[in-house]
């Protein structure tokens, strides 16, 4: 009864700010908001959506949830797929009318959006003025936002040379969960004389407190980002492996790395059973296939001129073709209607439109991702621990739902020595196979944590295995609480992640020995 009198008048004052049109208690808002792309997880319906448009409005309302003691999710494009940006009771922040861009300068290098503009939007407007973030975002680019990029601490296309998404971020402008409703800005901008054009030397660098932090540490309300002059030549070639050898892998991104250098601007390698798998299903088959002897490496090179651009694919091709190692390859070899360019006219619908096309091989299924980052050298370890795991573990999958190993060998490289390993576990979308697949996703993200790899989106799924793998020492945990504490004194602002409850909840509980 007192739960629903609070709510009741938390919506009247939050109505009263934003209008009825942003504010809903509505039982089909619920139902819409109650998941992310994770159907791994039951639908969890927030008591109240509100959708505002200001740093001014979002600072109101955590005023008003601090007053009536309700938590609060933020949520940008709920493209996530660990359960991070849903909100079982409570209020969900939806963020995306915050999608202005406030300035680009292309004197200084940098822009302002609000956190809640899409990497889409954001991209077409930055192309017309010849200037890019680097960073082209995620696979979900077209619906995912800025904040949720900084808050998963993203990695995306180009990410090869630009790094995560908190690597272009300058600064931040952003909400603390506090009953005051504090508005605090980072990096250079928190010299309120100065403009944002850098990050560090102004204080410590307290932007990196919302990096990551899956929406646990205050709300991003606007973004100041880095931007580059977009390179106007850029060239993309496909490269098969002449077996399916993970070692060869290792040796030939190495050397791309060391001579091609600064040219390099994408590295990725998609497994075999990709090419299998689209080969068996698409509508246009060419009348003769090659046969699929390993995975693919996918090599996207930029510079400023065309000959700098020449002399870096000659370069390619003669790590790529040394000795019989790899043989080029081209798309339609596999599929007539996967037409993607040669030349460096390419475009932002080709990078997410593809990797649409790619990530739809996997069957309707609830997808659980293990993406991980590992050191670069350790790159053939862990792609064999990973396999070995799915063997041993076998009996625990959920019935008739072997581990569905598409992505587990889908690299991405990143700048110094990391790359990323691409992953993720199938089951079915049914109440019943719900706790033993989480069981098990949870279960493989702690082996994952325990041979050293280190995740990115964290949500609720990923950042609890790691707590319960016991990756945090008592140090760290308690660092941790108390710098939440000191921006989030009343713990409203996304409970659950990291297994934190309460202030007071000792995370040990949750321990597991595997
Ligand atoms: C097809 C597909 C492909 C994908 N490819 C990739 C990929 O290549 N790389 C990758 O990293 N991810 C990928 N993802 C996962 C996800 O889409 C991205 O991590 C994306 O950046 C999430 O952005 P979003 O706006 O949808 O965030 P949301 O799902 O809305 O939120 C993500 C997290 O950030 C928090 N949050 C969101 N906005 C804010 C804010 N303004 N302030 C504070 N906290 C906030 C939320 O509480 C939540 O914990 C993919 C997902 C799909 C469905």
């Not at 091609?260 to 990709?274: A, K, Q, R, S």
């Not at 009996?395 to 739902?401: A, L, S």
């Not at 587990?408 to 979308?429: E, K, Q, R, T």
């Not at 706790?435 to 949870?442: A, D, G, K, L, T």
Request: charged fraction near 25%; include cysteine; charge should be neutral.
């Amino acid at each position: 009864m007192l739960k629903i009198s609070k709510v009741k008048n938390a919506y009247k004052e939050i109505e009263d700010i934003l209008g009825s049109d942003f504010v809903s208690d509505k039982d089909f808002m619920k139902a819409a908001y109650s998941r992310n792309v994770d159907p791994a997880f039951p639908d969890r319906w927030a008591d109240i959506i509100v959708k505002p448009e200001s740093t001014e409005e979002v600072s109101e309302i955590v005023k008003i949830a601090n007053k009536y003691k309700i938590h609060m999710v933020p949520r940008g494009g709920g493209a996530d797929l660990v359960g991070g940006s849903v909100s079982e009771g409570g209020i969900l922040l939806d963020l995306t009318r915050m999608n202005q861009i406030h300035e680009i300068n292309v004197d200084d290098y940098y822009c302002i959006v609000g956190c809640g503009i899409t990497w889409g939007s954001m991209l077409s407007e930055l192309q017309k003025k010849g200037v890019t973030t680097g960073i082209l975002g995620p696979g979900s680019g077209y619906s995912a936002t800025i904040g949720g990029g900084l808050s998963n601490a993203t990695v995306g296309f180009s990410s090869t040379k630009y790094g995560l998404t908190p690597d272009i971020c300058l600064g931040v402008e952003a909400v603390l969960p506090n009953p005051e409703g504090t508005i605090v800005r980072t990096g250079a901008a928190s010299n309120q004389y100065a403009t944002p054009f850098c990050r560090y030397g102004v204080s410590p660098d307290f932007t990196g407190l919302f990096m990551g932090d899956v929406g646990t540490m205050g709300i991003k309300c606007k973004a100041f980002l880095r931007l580059f002059p977009d390179p106007p030549y850029k060239v993309r070639r496909y490269y098969m492996l002449a077996k399916d050898d993970y070692s060869q892998v290792f040796k030939l991104a190495h050397k791309m790395r060391k001579e091609v250098g600064d040219g390099l601007n994408d590295l990725m390698v998609w497994p075999t059973i990709l090419f299998n798998l689209l080969s068996a299903q698409v509508v246009n088959k060419p009348s003769k296939r090659p046969k699929i002897t390993g995975p693919v490496f996918s090599v996207t090179l930029d510079a400023t001129d065309q000959r700098i651009i020449d002399v870096y694919l000659e370069k390619t091709n003669e790590i790529m073709l040394k000795d019989d190692v790899t043989r080029p390859f081209e798309w339609q070899e596999i599929d007539l209607d996967m037409v993607l360019s040669t030349d460096w006219k390419f475009t932002l619908k080709e990078e997410f439109n593809f990797f649409q096309k790619y990530i739809s091989t996997a069957p309707p299924k609830s997808s659980m991702t293990t993406c991980h980052k590992v050191a670069i050298s350790r790159l053939n370890e862990s792609v064999q621990k990973g396999v070995q795991f799915n063997i041993n573990n076998s009996k625990e999958f959920p019935p008739k739902n072997p581990p569905y190993p598409v992505f587990a060998s889908f690299l991405m490289f990143l700048p110094n020595g990391n790359c990323v390993i691409v992953g993720g576990l199938g089951g079915d979308n049914t109440d019943e196979n719900r706790e033993i697949q989480m069981n098990i996703w949870h279960k493989k993200i702690r082996h994952q944590v325990k041979y050293g790899a280190a995740h990115y989106w964290l949500g609720e799924s990923i950042s609890q295995s790691i707590v319960e793998s016991g990756a945090y020492t008592p140090e760290f945990m308690q660092f941790f609480k108390d710098m939440k504490k000191a921006v989030d004194p009343n713990f409203l602002l996304s409970p659950n992640k990291f297994h934190m409850y309460s202030y007071d909840h000792d995370y040990t509980e949750h321990l597991v020995e595997d």
